[in-house]
Structures are given as C-alpha cells and as structure tokens.
C-alpha cells in the first residue's frame, strides 16, 4: 500500500512486509521489532510447518527406510518421525528443496528436482494468501499491535498477482535492497556455503543448459550439486534484483542495507519508513 507520511504515522496497527534477498537483514529486524508488540510472520516457518511438512517428513522417512534398523521400527510404528522447524531453524524446508545433480554428492534428480521446485511455488504462494487471516489473529487472538511479514528471498519468483494484490492492500511493502559493497558479501556468503534454492522454471531452464554447455557435461547427474549453486548464484541474484525493484516501484518503497544497518530499536526503523515514505512522497 501507498501512504502519506503523516497517513503512516497515523497508521494505529501498521503491518510491513519485508522483501529482498536472503541475508540482507529482513529476520533481524523482525526479531527485533517482535520485543516491541510487533507479531513475526516468518513466510519460511508457515511454509514448513503447514504447506510442506508432509512432503518434509515423507522425504525424511523416506531416507530412513534405506536404514535396515530404522527400516524394521518405522514399519511396525514403534518409532515415529517429526519435524523441529521453528522460525530460527528452517533447515528442513531447505533440506526438501535439496540440490540437483549427482545423487553420489548429495544430489537429486532433475524431475524430482522440479517437483519438489513446484510444490515449494505453491507452499510460498499459500503462505503469502495467509497474511491477512494472520494479522486478524495476531491482534484478535495473541494482542499484537503490529505486524511484521518476513517473506522469502523467491517472493518476486512467484508471478502471482494475486500475492502481490494481498500484500499491497493489507501491508507496506518494504524493499531491502542491498549496497553494492553488501551485494559482494552476500554471493561471496552464499558461494562459501551454497545453499538450496528456489529457482523460477524459466531462468533454470535456461541457466541448467548454459551450465552443462560450459562444463561440458551430457547428463544432469554428472552435475556437482555445490558446484551448480556457486556457479548459479551471482546470476540468480541479479536476475531478482529488477523484480524486487518492479514490485516496490508499483507497491512499495525501498530501503538500502546501508540505511537499516544501524536500526536496532522501533523508534529508529519507524522514523527510517517515514524517511522512505518522504522520499517518494516528493
């Protein structure tokens, strides 16, 4: 939604979502602004705990089955296998989205990759429709205040205008768009310590057959799944930059890392939004 700022000061229970790639500061903020009456939405956390935690625990026992000991006490139902996702521990949503390439490496299969690529669209998509039924709860039923929507890094993946219609009509859109210095540091990050991904079918399709040409590889389990994200991962983040830059353009506002880097309290992130605000008012 637009506002004005004295619109957004006036604003009783003002409710933001937080947009931009992962690692650019959108959980912190939200912790913090969750001691100060804010509720933390974290899109991640509903998408594991309710859109893909049959999918997660089925991929889970389906591993422990190729344990013959673990094999025997799952099918007699005498152990039993449950997720621990909690909003600062995702690593089972990630883990299901896995990596593609060669299976001996920690790799998948491209078709399974791609369904497991779709279900996690739709998960996203289902999450994202659920804001506005958790803000009627965060006031209703838990006593917050304020909302606060941590969305996932994929958001601008999506192509879903309808997500973009729910966000814009019951939150501030809040474009974290990263310094060049802070751009560096976030692929040099995630080449480090490459990370399952989320990828649109259009731009892996592309980018997969650009990969396998330079690497001159015939098959898609020849892939070295590491090898794959490092390689992948500088043009996946630009390619989201302008799509990021399109939503906040037509729904939004935007805020560089540099200007939230020294937020640590409310008072200062509420005064930053009506800078922001400001800027576009003029």
């Given at each position: 939604?637009?506002?004005?700022?004295?619109?957004?000061?006036?604003?009783?229970?003002?409710?933001?979502?937080?947009?931009?790639?992962?690692?650019?500061?959108?959980?912190?903020?939200?912790?913090?602004?969750?001691?100060?009456?804010?509720?933390?939405?974290?899109?991640?956390?509903?998408?594991?705990?309710?859109?893909?935690?049959e999918p997660i625990l089925d991929n889970i026992k389906q591993q422990a089955m190729q344990v013959p000991f673990l094999r025997e006490l799952l099918r007699t139902d005498s152990i039993?296998?449950?997720?621990?996702?909690?909003?600062?521990?995702?690593?089972?949503?990630?883990?299901?989205?896995?990596?593609?390439?060669?299976?001996?490496?920690?790799?998948?299969?491209?078709?399974?990759?791609?369904?497991?690529?779709?279900?996690?669209?739709?998960?996203?998509?289902?999450?994202?429709?659920?804001?506005?039924?958790?803000?009627?709860?965060?006031?209703?039923?838990?006593?917050?205040?304020?909302?606060?929507?941590?969305?996932?890094?994929?958001?601008?993946?999506?192509?879903?205008?309808?997500?973009?219609?729910?966000?814009?009509?019951?939150?501030?859109?809040?474009?974290?768009?990263?310094?060049?210095?802070?751009?560096?540091?976030?692929?040099?990050?995630?080449?480090?310590?490459?990370?399952?991904?989320?990828?649109?079918?259009?731009?892996?399709?592309?980018?997969?057959?650009?990969?396998?040409?330079?690497?001159?590889?015939?098959?898609?389990?020849?892939?070295?799944?590491?090898?794959?994200?490092?390689?992948?991962?500088?043009?996946?983040?630009y390619s989201r930059i302008p799509r990021y830059e399109a939503i906040a353009d037509r729904y939004g506002y935007t805020v560089t890392t540099e200007e939230l880097v020294d937020v640590d309290?409310?008072?200062?992130?509420?005064?930053?939004?009506?800078?922001?605000?400001?800027?576009?008012?003029?």
């Amino acid at each position: 939604m637009k506002l004005s700022v004295e619109e957004f000061r006036k604003w009783d229970a003002k409710c933001i979502t937080l947009l931009g790639m992962s690692g650019v500061g959108k959980t912190r903020l939200a912790n913090m602004l969750m001691k100060n009456n804010w509720f933390h939405f974290s899109g991640d956390y509903r998408i594991g705990t309710r859109y893909l935690d049959e999918p997660i625990l089925d991929n889970i026992k389906q591993q422990a089955m190729q344990v013959p000991f673990l094999r025997e006490l799952l099918r007699t139902d005498s152990i039993y296998i449950c997720n621990n996702i909690t909003v600062h521990n995702l690593h089972p949503v990630s883990s299901f989205l896995g990596k593609i390439g060669n299976p001996q490496q920690g790799g998948m299969p491209l078709k399974e990759f791609m369904r497991r690529q779709e279900l996690h669209r739709r998960a996203e998509i289902a999450a994202m429709l659920d804001v506005p039924e958790f803000i009627r709860k965060a006031r209703e039923i838990y006593g917050y205040r304020h909302f606060i929507n941590d969305a996932g890094g994929s958001l601008c993946e999506l192509d879903d205008p309808e997500v973009l219609r729910v966000l814009s009509e019951h939150t501030l859109i809040l474009y974290i768009k990263a310094t060049e210095k802070d751009e560096q540091e976030l692929i040099r990050r995630a080449q480090e310590d490459p990370k399952p991904l989320y990828y649109r079918q259009a731009f892996l399709d592309e980018q997969l057959a650009i990969y396998m040409m330079e690497k001159d590889l015939p098959y898609v389990a020849l892939i070295d799944p590491d090898d794959f994200v490092r390689w992948i991962f500088p043009k996946l983040f630009y390619s989201r930059i302008p799509r990021y830059e399109a939503i906040a353009d037509r729904y939004g506002y935007t805020v560089t890392t540099e200007e939230l880097v020294d937020v640590d309290t409310e008072a200062a992130f509420l005064e930053l939004v009506e800078r922001v605000v400001a800027r576009q008012e003029h």
